[in-house]
């Protein structure tokens, strides 16, 4: 026990749902209503609702984290994990269970979250040192490092609703991990922040783990970070904790749980004689998945009819990166007749090429002439990421590509 940061035991969350907005009431109206109707002011008092009007945010969620363990919490959007994370802040309380917190704990669960708009930079400082429970000495002495960590000195006496979102993600980061919460709970708040400040804030993460002892809860959609950072991780699924374990065994279990998930597609039809019925991305242990590591190969495979006997058809796959820019253009002629008949077509990609970021999947069939049968766009989106921290995906500089070639280097 002497270890434990943080015990959850059956924890549980309801919200009602789907209720109309009823109009407050005062003591003498709540008194003449009870006295007019007596029945039906009961009635529709003490009436519990329905399970039509319940959600269950969390259900029966148990897991502990020792200290110094840095947790990873994954999940899909609407999976729990802010709610989560707001009742071990302390701001909700569960409906049913308990969560146990052993420590101080200072939390970044939105930009600038405890910030006061018309304070100053410097007065915020202060304001959130107290509030994490540390004393006006404390502040004082860790205030120059949070400043320089935060990287506003300049700002720093200027109101945060002047701050854009960058600056108070950047201040209220440096204020969390230098206060020295024995729990820090971080949720994809990073994600704003430039990529330099995200290298900083790692790594400053990393410092607290390893040097300091501290726990540390991340959530975030990058499972590049998530591997590198977390040594243990959990996986949600609306609102039940469904995997637990090793950060590498989670998110395994996370890419494989949506892998028989259809994608949905809009085609663009020209002629009758081809059609384009199923799309998927496929691992290189041929399991249908939504994100690839960089260090390994993979494919895209689609299925497609054919209603009438065509001469001559050919296949073509487009890849097209978050930017908008065309990075890869494959092209298959078969000179052949198709009869009719249902055809499944696979475009294999070698590992090591594309630069880790989110890529969207153009498809199309054409005849002998070029001309179109049938596309899609944006037909399948998904994610190459990469355990070295020097990728970044929004830094168009990585170029289109990024394949390992070979170097040579000679002395002259």
């Known amino acids: 026990m002497n270890n434990l940061s943080i015990r959850v035991e059956n924890l549980g969350k309801r919200y009602r749902i789907g209720a109309h907005q009823k109009r407050y009431y005062t003591l003498r109206e709540r008194l003449v209503n009870l006295m007019a109707s007596p029945f039906d002011y009961l009635r529709t008092t003490l009436t519990p609702p329905s399970d039509e009007e319940v959600l269950w945010a969390l259900q029966e969620i148990s897991f502990d984290v020792m200290q110094g363990e840095v947790l990873g919490i994954i999940g899909r959007n609407g999976s729990g994990k802010s709610t989560l994370l707001k009742i071990l802040s302390r701001i909700t309380l569960p409906t049913i269970g308990r969560a146990d917190i052993y420590g101080c704990i200072g939390s970044l669960l939105e930009v600038g979250t405890g910030f006061h708009p018309e304070l100053t930079g410097r007065e915020n400082v202060y304001m959130n040192g107290i509030v994490l429970g540390m004393s006006k000495q404390e502040v004082d002495r860790k205030f120059d490092e949070i400043v320089a960590f935060s990287e506003i000195d300049k700002f720093i006496d200027t109101p945060v609703k002047r701050y854009s979102s960058g600056m108070q993600v950047r201040l209220a980061f440096a204020v969390a991990a230098h206060l020295e919460p024995d729990i820090l709970i971080v949720d ?9 400040f995200q290298q900083k ?9 390893q040097t300091d002892g501290r726990t540390v809860l991340f959530v975030s959609h990058n499972l590049g970070t998530m591997l590198e950072l977390c040594s243990r991780a959990i996986l949600l699924d609306k609102g039940k904790l469904i995997a637990s374990g090793t950060s590498n065994e989670v998110v395994e279990t996370y890419l494989s749980q949506y892998a028989n998930q259809a994608a949905a597609f809009v085609t663009q039809k020209y002629h009758e004689g081809a059609l384009i019925t199923q799309v998927a991305l496929l691992n290189h242990h041929h399991q249908a998945v939504q994100v690839i590591d960089y ?3 993979f494919s895209i495979q689609f299925e497609f009819e054919i209603t009438e006997p065509i001469r001559a058809l050919s296949q073509w796959v487009r890849l097209e990166n978050q930017f908008g820019v065309h990075v890869l253009f494959a092209w298959l002629a078969y000179q052949q007749p198709y009869q009719r008949g249902t055809y499944r077509a696979i ?3 070698p590992a090591q090429l594309l630069t880790p970021s989110r ?3 153009d498809i199309g069939l054409t005849n002998h002439r070029i001309q179109p049968y049938n596309e899609t766009h944006k037909c399948l989106s998904f994610d190459i990421i990469s355990k ?3 990728f970044d995906p929004n830094d168009r500089g990585w170029g289109a590509v990024y394949p390992r070639l070979a170097w040579h ?3 002259q």
């Open 188 to 196: 994809e708040v990073l994600a704003v922040g430039d990529v330099a």
């Open 359 to 361: 890529y969207h999947v």
């Open 295 to 297: 260090d390994v190969p």
């Open 201 to 209: 804030c790692l790594g400053k993460l990393e410092e607290i783990t």
């Open 347 to 349: 475009c294999e990609i």
């Open 409 to 411: 280097i000679e002395n």
């Open 388 to 390: 070295d921290r020097a």
